[in-house]
């Protein structure tokens, strides 16, 4: 019996283990439960999953877990039902956290409601036209054939840092217009706000929240230089248009902090994961560099789900998947389940990258807050595997992933493998 059926049929009787936990990052540090997944998503969809008071930094006992694709899909389109700025849209924080500390983050668009989400999207979104994103295209083809030929005179490395991590840098330092001098700092920055979760890193919340203070400043200075200066950029149609609406500087700031975040790791992560993918399923990837399939990014990032869940909050009664939920009650969203949910994919436990059609969730389960950058994301994916293929076709694993300990990103901090 394959592995994972065992285990799913192990887990049938109690659906969960007592007190199992589906945000607790030291699971993640290992694996994403998917048995588990398929278990709630066949007996309990919509389980309330009780948690110590406090525990994940919010005044209650727990969370509902929505595990199925059509009602993950249901929560993200009710705003109105299913708040993002009552307890924001992160599913765990340090339970130290102060309550100040997590109102203040309502000031980014990840966790705003309508109608001021529709106003601040409105603006952000004349940065990902088809026209702008087309813009950065050859640019960014460069790039990736520069990051893959200084891997490729390593030899071997860490794929992660060597590979994964620069092109999702340069595409957003490139959409804002950071100089080269300064991108490290926006990487650094970035990887300080998500790491706070894993001890190996020692990266204190206080060192998160410092960073995410810098990069903040960083990037109003950036705006205020362009509110005085305009530009031919996308900083001065966000920040200086006339006539159309534009992001204060302080709203500029979290717009940045959000890519850093959702841009920058994210599809750092589906990179890392996809690369792991090909090389664990070889005929794939002997596939990939023969026909490159143009339907292989959305399948990596089906596969490799880089946000596991995000969480809405009920302003009014609700009924999901037979479950009453009270007004105040936390729903987290398990994309990573919803992924695999049978009911919509034929085998979801196969990677396959000529999977079509692709209805996964990993740009979220559409609404107000589906994926700005989803097409910036697919190209930059596309461009750095055509580069990988085109330069490094024998390229080989070298070592397990090593998983980052976070509570709600499916993170890779280590791929070690041989260039040659």
Known sequence: MHRQTFEVVALSGSVLPEGFDLTDPDLYAHRVPLPEFAALR?????????????????????????????DVKEVSTRPEVFSSAANTAVIRFNEHIDREQIDVQRLIMLNMDPPEHTRVRQIVQRGFTPRAIRAL???????????????????????VADIACELPLQAIAELIGVPQADRARIFDWSNKMVAYDDPELAITEEVGTTAATELISYAMGLAADRKERPARDIVSALVAAEDEGNLASDEFGFFVLLLAVAGNETTRNAISHGMHAFLTHPGQWELYK????????????????????????AVRPAELGG????????????????????????????????????????FGG??????????LAALEIGLI?????????????????RRLRSAWLNGIKE???RYA
């Open 42 to 70: 066949r007996t309990a969809p919509v389980r309330w999953i009780a948690q110590r008071h406090g525990a994940a930094g919010f005044d209650d006992d727990g969370y509902w877990a929505v595990t199925r694709h059509a």
């Open 137 to 159: 295209e050859g640019a960014l083809r460069d790039r990736a054939a520069a990051i893959v030929a200084a891997a490729e005179r390593r030899g071997a490395g860490d794929f």
């Open 290 to 313: 023969d026909e490159r399939p143009a339907t292989a990014a959305e399948e990596i990032v089906r596969w490799a789900t880089p946000v596991i869940s995000f969480q809405r909050t």
């Open 323 to 362: 479950a009453e939920i009270r007004p105040g009650q936390r729903v987290g969203l398990f994309y990573a389940s919803a992924n695999h949910d049978p009911e919509v994919f034929e085998r979801p436990e196969d990677f396959d990258i000529t999977r079509d059609p692709n209805p996964h969730l990993g």
């Open 366 to 375: 559409g609404g107000p807050h589906f994926c700005l950058g989803k097409s």
């Open 385 to 401: 595997f055509d580069a990988i293929a085109d330069t490094l076709p024998g390229i080989q694993l070298a070592g397990e992933p």
């Open 415 to 417: 791929l070690r493998v």
